[in-house]
């Protein structure tokens, strides 16, 4: 039944583009954005533990909303989870320019960017 439905015909989104540029426009975007959110979670983090804590560590990873903070020492890593994890996963949580962190997890590495 040509014609009977408005919409039929009609693209959405306008002109049809190739599947490539598509492609290598998300990859662009994504790319340049990961810099900004790193950033961004780093500030968070450094809001919710504190200018001392934040000097002993910093972010390693953000995926499926665990945070990954990287320690300077095993003692510290038993500190942050046995007493401070969770205060400092709600203060995360409060923080309404954060992004949704559910679960923060400590891990002794470098705390050198």
Known sequence: MSGSDPKEGKRRGGAP?????????????RAWARPMMAAGLQEAWERAAGTRLAGRTRVAQFRDGILT?????????????????????????QDPAAPRVTRLQFRVGSTTA
Do not use: H, M, P, W
Not at 17 to 29: A, N
């Open 69 to 93: 903070i990287e320690v300077a020492s095993s003692t510290l890593r038993y500190e942050l989870e046995a007493f401070s994890g969770a205060g400092l996963l709600a203060r995360l949580q």
């Open 17 to 29: 583009r190739r599947l490539g540029d598509i492609l290598s426009s998300v990859l662009q975007k």
